[in-house]
Nanobody, 124 residues
């Protein structure tokens, strides 16, 4: 079992920045692929970014490339999502996810463990 707790969401103006954190417990963090997804009202949950167990590989959705950065700190069992140049369309609940497979890292079905989500609201 893996427990995930997100933090860092909030309200920010367009063009601003936020950093989300996801603290993991219950399983060896260094063996886990970690991902971030988001879900806006009335829309399906969508992939944002993922980082491999060792941190050497990352994937990003086209909509966030060049603006968002994922990183991980194995000493703190935490993964981060740095979000810059935020846009109103980035408004959503952001979820942290964890599992072992890197090959399915861009799909919701590729993860068995999910956090409770944190709200990010970007005002225009």
């Amino acid at each position: 079992q893996v427990q995930l707790v997100e933090s860092g969401g909030g309200l920010v103006q367009a063009g601003g920045s936020l950093r989300l954190s996801c603290a993991a417990s219950g399983r060896t963090f260094s063996t886990l692929t970690m991902g971030w997804f988001r879900q806006a009202p009335g829309k399906e949950r969508e992939f944002v970014t993922a980082i491999s167990w060792g941190g050497g590989s990352t994937k990003y959705a086209d909509s966030v490339k060049g603006r968002f950065t994922i990183s991980r700190d194995s000493a703190k069992n935490t993964v981060y999502l740095q979000m810059n140049s935020l846009k109103p369309e980035d408004t959503a609940v952001y979820y942290c996810a964890a599992d072992q497979s890197w090959f399915t890292a861009t799909t919701t079905s590729g993860y068995n463990y999910w956090g409770q989500g944190t709200q990010v609201t970007v005002s225009s």
